[in-house]
């Protein structure tokens, strides 16, 4: 069993920082691609920002030069830091990571969600 737990969401105001964490726990063989999404209320969940294995990072237009994904290979874990947050951030943060077992093999998981608000 492969678990994504996601901490860090919050409260901040327009122009704060915040940051956000998604460990991966369980019968792990091999973690490669992890990411962020988000899903606001009556919109799509969208990619924010993705890490490959090599630690190759993409953004969405929206965040580039505010958020910076990384990922600890030790921890297995990937964190977003959020900063310059504006109006138009807030939402459901998802983790998202491919991930090897040791049952069925390579499968797409999902954390829980964490809420982000930016109001003053």
């Known amino acids: 069993q492969v678990q994504l737990v996601e901490s860090g969401g919050g409260l901040v105001q327009p122009g704060g920082s915040l940051r956000l964490s998604c460990a991966a726990s369980?019968?792990?063989?091999?973690?490669?691609?992890m990411g962020w999404y988000r899903q606001a209320p009556r919109k799509q969940r969208e990619l924010v920002a993705g890490i490959s294995s090599g630690r190759t990072t993409n953004y969405a237009d929206s965040v580039k030069g505010r958020f910076t994904i990384s990922r600890d290979h030790a921890q297995n874990t990937v964190y977003l830091q959020m900063n310059s947050l504006k109006p138009e951030d807030p939402a459901d943060y998802y983790c998202n990571a491919r991930i090897e077992s040791y049952g069925p093999g390579a499968l797409d998981y999902w954390g829980q969600g964490t809420q982000v608000t930016v109001s003053s």
């Open positions: 369980g019968s792990i063989r091999s973690i490669y691609a």
